[in-house]
């Protein structure tokens, strides 16, 4: 038997234990889902394409009047970034494709994938340059 005021003392530091463990264990598991959230959405091309980038390849191409829509699903290589769009070429038909930018612009310039042209000839969201 021992002092009540150390007993309260211990179990008031026991609860406190268990709740910093219950925080931990948490926070542990929220970081787990927030690393595979974030490869889930680099290793499917979520990841917009910087505008800059994106027209900078496409008028390299020889296209004219680009419109640009979101990130295009599956359309590029893991880790990389993506970018709908639709183009007039030289022939003056449209023309449309993703343009697949590494995420960093470091190491890996940008590329473009062809596609058919949507019916209505614009991407899915259009922003004009």
Known sequence: MG??????????GERRQDRWSAAGRAAGWLGILALAAGSLVVGLNLVPAGEDRVLEAIRASGLRDPRLGGASLLACATAESSRAFTATSSLGQRVAGT????LTGLGKGCTIRWSRPPASGRPPSSTSP
Request: net charge negative; with cysteine; charged share 15%.
């Open 99 to 102: 343009v697949c930018c590494g």
């Open 3 to 12: 002092h009540p005021d150390v007993e309260a003392y211990v179990a008031a």
